[in-house]
């Protein structure tokens, strides 16, 4: 079976692929809204670690959409979960058997509920999986450890292709890059280099 995950290049993401590769014929898919080129390193990320890798393009006004959501609330939580939804029925419409993300048990965004799960495998008639769904953040931390190679470092720093550096980008490009940290809280990312 044909199987779409949606891929930063990240730990989450990279390691949510190695636990479905077994089972399925993966495709590692960043969706972005053409706004920057991020999504090279999550390329380079998936040929890195063996796995086909597929552009998904986003519609640009759910970008715009969701960074308004941003500014009116004043965190990044429900844009983040809207480009998620977004990419998620996008990719549920190209062709692909099965989707699946890298979120995890402990995630605060995104999450999919088993509302919108059930409601997306029924209107679509895919599949969708969520691997890490049952790991929390140390469990995933460990078997991140022993299996794949990785930098880590404030959002800023770590170029991958991600729904909140492309956001980042927008707000910062009308509003300056005050406002992103205004918005944005400080937390480190990961990019995948290799397995162990």
């Known amino acids: 079976m044909e199987l779409g995950l949606l891929y930063s290049g990240g730990k989450d993401s990279t390691l949510a692929a190695l636990l479905l590769e077994d089972f399925y014929d993966v495709t590692l898919v960043t969706a972005q809204f053409g706004i920057s080129e991020d999504w090279k390193h999550a390329r ?3 040929e890195t670690i063996g796995f086909p890798f597929e552009r998904l393009d986003l519609d640009p006004d759910v970008a715009h959409d969701a960074v308004d959501r941003i500014r009116a609330d004043g965190f990044p939580r429900n844009g983040i979960q809207l480009v998620h939804k977004h990419a998620l ?3 549920a419409r190209d062709g692909f058997d099965v989707i699946a ?6 995630d605060r965004v995104p999450t999919v509920s088993r509302a919108q799960a059930q409601s997306l495998e029924d ?3 895919v599949e969708y ?4 769904s049952g790991f929390g953040r140390t ?15 404030p959002s800023e720093e770590i170029e991958r292709a991600d ?4 956001l980042r980008e927008i707000i910062a490009a009308e509003d300056g890059p005050d406002t ?3 918005l944005f809280p400080d937390h480190d990312q990961t990019y995948v280099t290799g397995r162990r």
């Open 129 to 132: 999986v969520a691997p890490l």
């Open 101 to 106: 993300d890298g979120t995890r048990r402990d």
């Open 139 to 153: 469990a995933v931390d460990r078997l991140v450890e022993a299996h794949l190679e990785v930098i880590a470092g």
């Open 44 to 46: 380079s990320s998936a």
């Open 123 to 125: 209107r679509h008639d």
């Open 163 to 166: 729904y909140e550096a492309e």
């Open 180 to 182: 992103v940290a205004e």
């Open 89 to 91: 029925e996008r990719a």
